[in-house]
């Protein structure tokens, strides 16, 4: 029986470059209770399904969210690779490669990002009018729980709204990234290693890339206060794919369904849920007959008075 290979050294320079930019820049970890605003009609399928929406990050709302950061992480990228020693042949390739798959190939490369946005407010005049103007709930769980049920293919990422932050993080982490790969010996020992192609590498750089761009929105959605779950899409099963699709307000939008999982022993139960002013009050009540897997044993229903017109 062969023995186990190492994970390759590019894949554990970029998880360090990852963590120690986490660590350098204090970020902080999600609240305790994180909060879901949706519809009545999805807030019912979230409880038919026992699981959230996870949409393709390139159908948000708004389509620029994405280049916002990605723009960004791309310019200081080219910028860095001046100040390094990329001059070896592959690592230059490598390298180069990355900015191709980030500007030409870039629907390629997030195709396998899909988030579920939630806030750290829970009843915000703003958030009800985007999300909710004709009647929607607004739902807490524990971020513990989320992240006890989702397992490693997911992150969840706080918004950041600032510029300055922005660049400052973006030139940390690629900086990290760079540096790392840079020192990693041209003539290292790689038989007892994961077998990766400079493509491979620079795929995966371009990866983490795109992912540090998710998190970054510009000034005006600062209300918000957005954490958002980002997961990869499971495997198609049995020949089922896993992304399916739902309509949005002018296109069909690609998701996959996330579960929850109520009934097992991560349950993720609601800890506070709040109708919007536009529904009846009969809704409060309505949700407090739930059954006891769906909510908090001290989960609060209340109805909105926030004046939402």
């Not at 499971?234 to 309509?247: H, K």
């Not at 009934?263 to 809704?283: C, G, Q």
């Amino acid at each position: 029986m062969s023995a186990k290979k190492k994970s390759h050294p590019i894949l554990t320079a970029l998880r360090q470059a990852t963590q120690e930019t986490r660590d350098e820049c204090l970020m902080p970890p999600p609240p305790n209770v994180l909060y879901h605003y949706t519809t009545l009609q999805s807030f019912i399928s979230i409880l038919d399904s026992q699981s959230l929406w996870a949409t393709d990050i390139r159908v948000l709302n708004d389509r620029s969210e994405l280049d916002y950061g990605l723009k960004e992480a791309i310019k200081i990228y080219v910028e860095m690779l001046g100040s390094h020693d990329v001059h070896k042949s592959n690592d230059k390739t490598m390298f180069d490669t990355v900015v191709d798959i980030l500007v030409n190939r870039r629907d390629e490369i997030t195709s396998h990002f899909y988030v579920t946005s939630f806030s750290a407010e829970k009843n915000q005049l703003e958030q009800w009018r985007a999300y909710c103007r004709d009647g929607g709930v607004c739902f807490g769980l524990r971020a513990a729980d989320v992240y006890a049920r989702q397992g490693s293919h997911f992150d969840i990422i706080k918004c950041i709204y600032d510029e300055k932050l922005m660049k400052k993080e973006l030139r940390i982490l690629i900086g990290k990234i760079v540096h790392k790969i840079c020192k990693i010996e041209s003539g290292e020992n790689m038989n007892d290693c994961e077998e990766m192609t400079p493509n491979n590498c620079a795929y995966v750089i371009a990866r983490v890339l795109c992912s540090a761009a998710l998190c970054y929105k510009k000034t005006e959605f600062a209300h918000e206060q957005e954490y958002r779950l980002v997961a990869l899409p499971p495997a198609s099963r049995n020949g089922i794919r896993a992304t399916r699709l739902r309509m949005g307000e002018n296109m069909a939008k690609p998701y996959f369904a996330n579960p929850i999982a109520i009934n097992d022993e991560h349950a993720v139960k609601m800890t506070h849920v709040t109708i919007s002013p536009t529904l009846s009050r009969d809704t409060v009540q309505s949700i407090k007959r739930l059954k006891p897997e769906f909510l908090d044993k001290n989960c609060r229903v209340v109805q909105s008075r926030l004046p939402l017109r």
